[in-house]
């Protein structure tokens, strides 16, 4: 075990003798798929997997789905491919059982806001305000694969592990999820990056963005779609008319500069996965 290895476990350890649980330790860490990382973990997939269908379908039934046939074509048709890609790499690297129970949502919503996010089990949603700054199939799989990273890597998961471990403590999980399901519903929705409001996102961790960064690189990669596209998206929401140096998609975590340049370093990785799908 490596030193940054024996400190993201120990972390892990210190959260959880804080709560006094000593025996829960091994159980409630998991490990990110393909990156390796050691991450808390005390909700277990089956749990978040139900809840997040649930609040999935309940952002739908109160969002107005987009009337633009094309655009929503687009929005399925990038995404199948993502996921096909995805539960063909994780095949061939033996973890297709990181992949157990999903079953996945491509929808495209009316909202100007600039956004998008994806839940547990593959439920994603894009926002048609961000159509103008992806401009094209690559520049959506960019955030596609973005999104999907972040579901696949379990990071809502993990901040809700976090979130839960602060505020109630390893005991009153279980009953907190049984007992309290609006409050368990609005911190699903918080650890996922989505606000109250329609529109609002919170910020995920530098490391949970980076993490993603890097996995959705490989995704878009394996799909087909060039990744150097993300590059080229980043550097338009930078450029946003009216944005703010640091603008609402993906949060604040970290600026439009440095994600810029961590980009161009993993692009050489990234890149050997990129074959240009065939034209139909």
């Given amino acids: 075990m490596n030193t940054s290895e024996f400190l993201r476990k120990t972390v892990c350890v210190v959260a959880l003798v804080s709560t006094a649980m000593v025996p829960c330790v091994f159980m409630a860490c998991s490990t990110v798929p393909?990156?390796?990382?050691?991450?808390?973990?005390?909700?277990?997939?089956?749990?978040?997997?139900?809840?997040?269908e649930a609040a999935y379908g309940d952002f739908l039934k109160s969002s107005k789905p987009s009337a633009d046939a094309q655009a929503s074509t687009m929005v399925k048709r990038v995404g199948s491919r993502i996921q096909g890609a995805v539960e063909r790499h994780f095949k061939e690297n033996q973890l297709e059982e990181s992949l157990a129970g999903y079953q996945w949502e491509f929808n495209l919503v009316e909202s100007a806001d600039a956004n998008a996010w994806c839940m547990p089990g593959g439920k994603v949603v894009i926002f048609t305000g961000?159509?103008?700054?992806?401009?094209?199939?690559?520049?959506?799989?960019?955030?596609?694969?973005?999104?999907?990273?972040?579901?696949?890597?379990?990071?809502?998961?993990?901040?809700?592990?976090?979130?839960?471990?602060?505020?109630?403590?390893?005991?009153?999980?279980?009953?907190?999820?049984?007992e309290k399901p609006d409050e368990t519903?609005?911190?699903?929705?918080?650890?996922?990056?989505?606000?109250?409001?329609?529109?609002?996102?919170?910020?995920?961790?530098?490391?949970?963005?980076?993490?993603?960064?890097?996995?959705?690189?490989?995704f878009m990669a394996i799909a087909?779609?060039?990744p150097q596209e993300a590059v080229s998206f980043w550097q338009r929401m930078a450029a946003k008319p009216g944005g703010q140096a640091t603008p609402e998609f993906f949060s604040?975590?970290?600026?439009d500069e440095t994600r810029i340049r961590q980009l161009h370093a993993l692009m050489p990785a990234a890149m050997k996965h990129y074959k240009p799908a065939k034209s139909p």
């Fill in 224 to 226: 087909g779609y060039n």
């Fill in 34 to 52: 393909l990156t390796g990382r050691s991450q808390l973990s005390l909700i277990s997939s089956a749990q978040m997997l139900s809840m997040s």
């Fill in 252 to 255: 604040t975590h970290p600026s």
């Fill in 130 to 178: 961000i159509l103008p700054l992806t401009k094209n199939e690559a520049g959506l799989a960019a955030v596609m694969g973005h999104e999907i990273a972040h579901a696949i890597a379990e990071h809502g998961r993990e901040r809700m592990s976090q979130s839960m471990l602060a505020q109630l403590g390893m005991v009153a999980i279980d009953a907190a999820l049984e």
């Fill in 185 to 218: 519903r609005e911190m699903l929705m918080g650890a996922f990056g989505i606000g109250v409001q329609l529109g609002v996102l919170l910020p995920f961790s530098r490391l949970h963005e980076s993490e993603a960064d890097e996995l959705g690189l490989t």
